[in-house]
């Protein structure tokens, strides 16, 4: 099907400036003229323009859309100014500076500071080229889409740039640190040398997953807990065959009780079992209804802590009824709960 002239014209737009930008020259290169810009749009991406056009095309990109400068002479030269980041633009299209918009909105309070600024000068030339895009669709798109955590209640750690900077300067090498960590409970801090084995993000809080020393038990150390890292010139020594996916995937994070799953069996009020049906607790799950307002819901599960959590944010609309221990647990809470309230 054709599509409309006045859209080709805007794609052909932001793809004609994309390429300008791509190759004006780095400052202290020499700079290029509106001619030395034709012929290269030319004769590189087989883009014909005329003079003027690409003269607009550039005054539409002068900062503080773009840092780039001109140098005012007849003809004008034209470069990326001396601050400007030396950001590749070869696949910076439209669909890819979305994709930057889109980390910018809803990763940013999930990625270190550190991330976040490796990623600055990319994502400053993404809202350029989104921004002019005559349509408007793009940037508008980027505003019709949100993200909202309803178990979003605590305030992200502040964390030290440089420390984290060392953090990852040892897993991208393969590196051992020596750091100083304060356990959970404990006052004081205490130094040890780790295995850094991965980075795992979770409720706003970066685990690193380590050994310590020559040690093969697998530990995971809260980021905020660290008051120092130092780079050692010694390689990591994992344990065998060690797979950060398969740890996570395995439930290790949700800081499990035991090797073995448990048949979990719980009666729900309807209303507040729905989202069950959408988001299983496990493919093999089972949903029945009891005619009275409430369904019975079983699987296989693992028996952690994160269990034990998330069954008691419903309160009085969800009663364990197997394993046995497990209604138990809950049974006994009750009665304290009880207690404490009366």
Not at 152 to 178: C, H, I, N, Q, S
Request: glycine share 6%; charged share 25%.
């Amino acid at each position: 099907m054709r599509q409309p002239k006045g859209r080709t014209e805007a794609g052909s737009a932001i793809h004609r400036r994309i390429m300008i930008l791509k190759s004006l020259p780095h400052y202290p290169r020499e700079k290029m003229t509106v001619n030395d810009l034709q012929e290269r749009l030319a004769t590189q991406y087989l883009l014909h323009a005329d003079e003027r056009t690409i003269q607009r095309d550039l005054n539409s990109l002068l900062p503080p859309a773009f840092p780039i400068e001109s140098d005012g002479y007849k003809p004008q030269g034209w470069r990326w100014q001396k601050n400007a980041h030396a950001v590749d633009l070869h696949a910076m299209d439209p669909q890819t500076s979305l994709t930057f918009r889109m980390v910018e909105k809803f990763l940013s309070p999930l990625l270190p500071k550190a991330t976040l600024a490796a990623l600055a000068p990319y994502q400053e030339i993404a809202r350029g080229v989104l921004g002019y895009d005559p349509t408007g669709n793009l940037e508008s798109w980027s505003d019709k889409v949100e993200v909202f955590h309803r178990s979003e209640l605590l305030v992200p750690p502040e964390l030290d740039p440089e420390l984290l900077t060392t953090v990852y300067m040892a897993l991208f090498e393969g590196k051992r640190l020596r750091v100083r960590y304060r356990t959970k409970g404990e006052a004081e801090s205490k130094e040890c040398v780790v295995n850094p084995l991965g980075l795992v993000m979770t409720d706003n809080i970066p685990y690193l997953v380590v050994t310590f020393w020559n040690y093969q038990d697998v530990r995971q150390l809260p980021l905020p807990r660290f008051e120092l890292a130092e780079l050692l010139d010694e390689p990591v020594t994992p344990p065998p065959n060690f797979s950060l996916q398969e740890y996570v995937t395995r439930g290790e994070f949700s800081y499990r009780k035991s090797e073995e799953f448990i048949n979990l069996k719980i009666l729900m009020n309807e209303g507040r079992a729905l989202h069950l049906k959408e988001t299983k607790l496990h493919p093999d799950q089972l949903w029945s209804y009891l005619g009275d307002g409430r369904v019975e819901i079983s699987a296989t599960v693992y028996d952690s802590l994160q269990l034990r959590f998330w069954l008691n944010g419903f309160g009085s609309d969800v009663e364990v009824l197997e394993p046995a221990e497990l209604r138990g647990e809950f049974a006994q809470q009750a009665r304290e709960l009880g207690k404490a309230y009366q």
